[in-house]
């Protein structure tokens, strides 16, 4: 069982930086793939970006790729998203997710979710 909180939301004004963290319990966090997704009201929710268990394979949704970067610590078991250059379509609920196969972009493939961190940017 893999616990997950999300932390670091807020409300930032256009072309302003947030940094989200996502601290996990648990004994086997290195061999998780970690996702960041996030749901805009009326809207599905949609990948954002990915880590391999190891931190070497990324990917990123194409309306992130150059702004935004995931990054974890397997030592402190915590994921981070850092979002750079903001824009109000970033604006959502953001979830970090856990799972224990490849590292991957759709949400039914991971077992294990937070409750989510909202993201409201300003124009």
């Known amino acids: 069982q893999v616990q997950l909180v999300e932390a670091g939301g807020g409300l930032v004004q256009a072309g302003g930086s947030l940094r989200l963290s996502c601290a996990a319990s648990?004994?086997?966090?290195?061999?998780?793939?970690m996702g960041w997704f996030r749901q805009a009201p009326g809207k599905e929710r949609e990948f954002v970006a990915a880590a391999s268990g190891t931190g070497i394979i990324k990917y990123y949704a194409d309306s992130v790729k150059g702004r935004f970067t995931i990054s974890r610590d397997n030592a402190k078991k915590t994921v981070y998203l850092l979002m750079n250059s903001l824009k109000p379509e970033d604006t959502a609920v953001y979830y970090c997710?856990?799972?224990?196969?490849?590292?991957?972009?759709?949400?039914?493939?991971?077992?294990?979710w937070g409750q989510g961190t909202q993201v409201t940017v300003s124009s």
């Open positions: 648990g004994r086997t966090f290195s061999s998780y793939s």
């Open positions: 997710a856990a799972e224990s196969g490849a590292i991957a972009a759709i949400p039914d493939a991971y077992d294990y």
